[in-house]
């Protein structure tokens, strides 16, 4: 029978013949065959299957033996057995090399058909050794796939023991030498599905036999770390990933991570490899795996490792998502890379150019798919063009192409970019070993405490968080200068765009700090605050004296000593007051008008003067808790500006109280204060660096007299001090007014009307006072109400254009009384004005914690407002009247404002607070600022920072731009952004090189940090047991600042 068939398929027999032929053939398979003619079939069946030379003979071939091997089986079995098998795997068959994929397709099926026969078990005993043999001289990938379908068929020849380790391993690097030379779809389809072959093998195993799978993992990273440049491992590696355990991410990475026996440079090559697994397609979690290993190094902070692969990979990456099959796990990758790479653009802009283009592309194919994918893009996109603004020339043509996708909120993209940060601990994995010292959850940075230092952190930061003042100093152009506003600009770019925790302003602080301030000892931050606005405010008009007076040269930056400050600044303040467009930045922001109006009750003439101020110094209403202090202390409010640069005090307990001279400011300061002061005194006003003081000492005294305001006995608000320092005055007594038209003290009456409002309102609450007995500054500890809306009464007149108006007065008049001024008003000043009220949002509250100006420390709450906050309508039919009085309307507690208040504050509640506390920034509610000095006492509000409500501010329209400003902040200068970018990187390699060095320590105890956040016990200014303030009685000696 064998002859007759052999003849057949080589005759030339029409091909239907053939086959009714052959179906005779196999139908005589049921009779009786002796052994010989058997084996003479099987020899023939299995010739035809390996050589035959057309697919008809390899088919005859197969339908043949098949069928005789099922009739006749212990014939087959002694055919097909180890000895012939081994040969066809050893040396394969005649001309056929062993290593043809049909040798295994026809032993594949000779399995099938002699599987319940004993003789089996050999053969499985056999292949258990010889697929091991197979897998380690790297088959190609369709034997390896041909293999992988017998082996899953046939479970029984995978090598069992420790030889299944060797083989998974065996296994895995075959599949890092797969490859794939050919471009065409065809076979490009065909190399996936034979690797996905491979992949579902050993994904069987390891599910068999657990043991297999981190050995497996091993030789996995082994392969994809290897330095070795002649061996590039195969991307199909990539299918393995798929099959790994999710929940296995934590275990693994860490495990890698803190391996000492890892190096740097075989773990740039993993992570990099792995990143070029994103080509593969229909591989699952590639992308969640390669996050999870950028997060575990940076969990670990091996920086240098994370830029090197960011700036290597991110142009692959981003040119994945052309790519409809990989999309989503490259843009999950790209995001996070982005997104986590925060201190320096250069990643960023290594994909602008090819974003226009991108998206395009997408928007022209009108996919559902292509405009979800973009919205997501749009948004990364936003992210960065925020983080990193300052580039229009490279953006605008982006903000072009997505201009009609919508725009994350500032807030949401403030969390992305927190949330994702290599050093924020969010970030980390939830099994890090340490917390990272990295911004923290709030996005805003520390300042370092540089040794009592706590009364410049609190100010800085609340000057800070004032948006549009912090946009007008980011938007100057100081390249090259080395002034005092330059270096504040340095201290706010670090604050916005720095990686650490926490800066250290020390250049800024050196350059900043008043001469007579003590170095490491504890000084007052209103102070502070008033000497740095008068220097910034100095400093610029010296330098706009300078460009006018030489605009043909470069105008030269170099820092201005005070004396040269001083001295110009007297000149200039002979001067009126300038226009809008010729104000400092210091006036624009925090300048103010005040007219103080003195009138004789004899002769009824009067005098008046207006003067420019930067802040407001309120004193409290006359009760019990300040009935035994005669005055105000002036040294807790020293105020300075231009031109009369006076100070609001009365006069100590050795001064003879003296008469008001209408020519001259009736402020004195007290002879501590005086002896600071620097420069010489003209003919009208002692003028100093910090002070003028008026020839003739002419103060008022607290009169203790004067009936308490209503409603004492409750909790004053900031709105009831505000009252007070308005209210009318009757000068009696001791206090009586020198009317040079009468010659003679008389009784007078003095108001004080703000007729012109600042941006930033600045209340310094004084808390400070003299106590005559133990001769000692005391502070009042009294509790006052912050209101989240402030309405401050302005009134505009005309009538006094012509008066010569000098910078920068703080008044403090501490001897009030309302009742009687309304009744003795003469009707001969009253005025035709304009009397509105002009609402305010608290921005920022700067907090005294102790109860000594000598000792306990400084915080500071903010919170972000600018000029375009949502609107809340205040309008008052009151604004339109004429007021009888010049100050007969007062803010009252049940004014509409006390409405809107109360929904501010519940609307309050979800918007974000910060508490500034030197290095630590955590946030915190506006409830928490409110209930500060009843949760702990010797906390109290010393500095309020107010914003008009729904101002333009009249700036510079530069900063309406938002196309250009992209984050709302101004573009920073190419050298400032350097700088940062520079400081940055170098503090990622700082934290690298401890993290190291904690490695090298490993049987050092834990670290245990105390955990961010409000502590119900301790209040924020504390430091120890005794809390904020410290000390006992007035022998106690007093901490320092801390």
Not at 268 to 278: G, S, V, Y
Not at 555 to 583: F, H, I, R, Y
Not at 899 to 904: A, F, G, H, R, S
């Amino acid at each position: 029978m064998d002859k007759i068939l052999e003849g057949l398929v080589s005759s030339s027999h029409p091909l239907p013949l053939k086959r009714v032929i052959v179906r005779k053939v196999v139908e005589s398979a049921e009779h009786w065959l002796d052994e010989s003619q058997c084996e003479a079939m099987f020899d023939l069946t299995t010739r035809l299957i390996l050589e035959g030379q057309d697919p008809f003979q390899r088919q005859v071939g197969h339908q043949v033996l098949e069928a005789y091997a099922r009739y006749h089986r212990p014939e087959f079995e002694s055919f097909f057995n180890k000895t012939f098998v081994l040969g066809l795997l050893q040396q394969g068959y005649h001309s056929l090399d062993r290593k043809d994929v049909a040798i295994l397709d026809y032993i594949h099926n000779g399995l099938k058909l002699i599987m319940s026969c004993p003789s089996v078990l050999d053969l499985f005993s056999l292949l258990q050794v010889e697929v091991l043999r197979m897998v380690c001289e790297r088959p190609e990938p369709q034997l390896c796939a041909r293999l992988s379908d017998l082996l899953t068929d046939f479970v029984q020849c995978i090598p069992k023991g420790k030889l299944s380790i060797t083989f998974c391993q065996q296994l895995v690097r075959t599949i890092g030498h797969f490859q794939c030379v050919s471009t065409q779809e065809k076979e490009l389809r065909e190399y996936v599905s034979q690797v996905t072959k491979v992949s579902n093998l050993l994904q069987n195993i390891w599910k068999a036999e657990p043991s297999t799978l981190l050995p497996s993992l091993q030789e996995v990273f082994a392969s994809i770390s290897s330095t070795d440049t002649s061996f590039e491992p195969s991307v199909a590696l990539a299918s393995l990933v798929q099959h790994i355990p999710l929940q296995m991410i934590t275990v693994l990475i860490r495990s890698l991570t803190t391996d000492p026996n890892v190096k740097d440079a075989s773990m740039t090559q993993a992570l990099c490899r792995m990143i070029d697994w994103l080509s593969w397609p229909l591989a699952q979690h590639v992308d969640t795996w390669v996050i999870a290993l950028l997060k575990g190094l940076a969990a670990v902070q091996k920086f240098t490792i994370l830029i090197d692969v960011t700036l290597l990979k991110i142009e692959l990456v981003f040119n994945r998502l052309w790519f409809p099959l990989v999309r989503p796990g490259a843009l999950a990758v790209l995001s996070h890379m982005l997104l986590s790479f925060q201190h320096s653009p250069e990643a960023f802009h290594l994909i602008v150019p090819h974003v226009v283009s991108l998206v395009h592309s997408f928007k022209s194919d009108g996919l559902p798919s292509s405009t979800a994918f973009l919205v997501q893009l749009t948004e990364l996109i936003h992210c960065m063009m925020y983080h990193y603004s300052g580039f229009p020339d490279l953006y605008e043509p982006i903000l072009e192409a997505i201009k009609d996708f919508p725009k994350p909120s500032e807030e949401k993209i403030k969390l992305i970019l927190n949330q994702s940060a290599w050093t924020s601990q969010s970030n980390s994995l939830a099994s890090c070993l340490s917390r990272l010292s990295g911004k923290s959850e709030t996005g805003k940075t520390g300042l370092i405490n540089l040794g009592n230092t706590c009364y410049m952190n609190s100010v800085i930061q609340a000057l800070f968080m004032a948006t549009d003042f912090r946009r007008q100093v980011l938007s100057l152009n100081l390249n090259g200068c080395n002034s005092l506003m330059k270096k504040l600009q340095h201290l706010f770019a670090f604050l916005a765009h720095t990686q650490r925790e926490a800066y250290a302003p020390r250049v800024f602080f050196e350059a900043s700090r008043p001469p007579w301030f003590t170095p490491r000892s504890q000084q007052d931050c209103s102070e502070y605050l008033r000497f740095l606005l008068d220097r910034l405010h100095e400093e610029e008009k010296i330098l706009k004296v300078q460009s006018s007076h030489k605009p043909s040269e470069s105008l030269g930056c170099n820092e201005t000593s005070l004396q040269e400050v001083a001295s110009k600044a007297a000149v200039l303040a002979e001067s009126p007051c300038a226009s809008d467009d010729e104000k400092t930045l210091i006036e624009k922001m925090f300048g103010g008008k005040l007219r103080t109006h003195i009138c004789c009750l004899n002769c009824r003439s009067t005098s008046q003067k207006v003067e420019a101020f930067t802040d407001l110094s309120l004193a409290f209403c006359p009760s019990s808790s300040v009935e035994n202090l005669s005055f105000q202390d002036p040294a807790s409010s020293p105020s300075t500006h231009d031109g009369g640069l006076t100070q609001a005090s009365v006069p100590g307990p050795s001064e003879e109280p003296g008469v008001y001279n209408p020519a001259t400011a009736a402020f004195v300061c007290d002879s501590a204060m005086s002896e600071r002061m620097l420069g010489s005194p003209s003919d009208e006003f002692c003028c100093t660096e910090n002070t003028c003081v008026p020839s003739e000492s002419s103060t008022i005294l607290v009169n203790k007299d004067v009936p308490q305001k209503p409603g004492g006995g409750s909790t004053p608000s900031v709105t009831d001090l505000l009252n007070y320092f308005l209210a009318p005055e009757i000068l009696t007594g001791d206090n009586q007014y020198y009317c040079e038209n009468c010659a003679s003290l008389q009784n007078a009456e003095k108001t004080m009307q703000i007729t012109e409002e600042p941006e930033y309102l600045i209340l310094t609450l004084l808390r400070f006072s003299y106590d005559q007995k133990y001769h000692v500054r005391r502070k009042i500890l009294d509790n006052v109400s912050l209101p989240l809306v402030l309405e401050l009464p302005v009134k505009r007149t005309t009538s006094f254009s012509s008066l010569s108006e000098s910078w920068s007065i703080d008044v403090d008049f501490t001897d009030i009384s309302e009742n009687l001024a309304k009744k003795l008003k003469p009707s001969g000043t009253e005025e035709t004005c304009c009397s509105r009220l002009v609402p305010y949002l608290l921005s920022s509250v700067v907090v005294h914690s102790g109860i000594s100006s000598e000792s306990g420390h400084y915080y500071s709450y903010a919170r972000n407002i600018t000029g375009t906050e949502s609107s809340y309508q205040m309008c008052h039919q009151s604004e339109t009247l004429a007021l009888a009085s010049s100050q007969s309307h007062f803010l009252e507690r049940n004014s509409p404002s006390a409405v809107i208040e109360q929904d501010l504050e519940n609307k309050e509640m979800s918007k974000e607070w910060f508490l500034f506390n030197d290095s630590r920034v955590t946030f915190t509610s506006f409830q928490s600022v409110q209930k500060i000095t009843s949760r702990f006492p010797k906390d109290t509000a010393y500095v309020l920072l107010y914003k008009k409500q729904n101002s333009t501010n009249g700036l510079s329209s530069n900063s309406s731009t938002s196309g250009l400003w992209v984050n709302g902040d101004p573009p920073l200068q190419k050298e400032l952004m350097d700088a940062i970018t520079k400081d940055n990187k170098l503090y990622l390699q700082e934290q690298e090189l401890n993290a190291r060095a904690r490695a090298l320590q490993a049987a050092s105890a834990s670290c245990s940090f105390r955990p961010n956040g409000f502590d119900d016990n301790d209040p924020p200014g504390s430091c120890g047991p005794t809390g904020g303030g410290g000390g006992g009685g007035f022998n106690t000696v007093g901490r320092l600042v801390f």
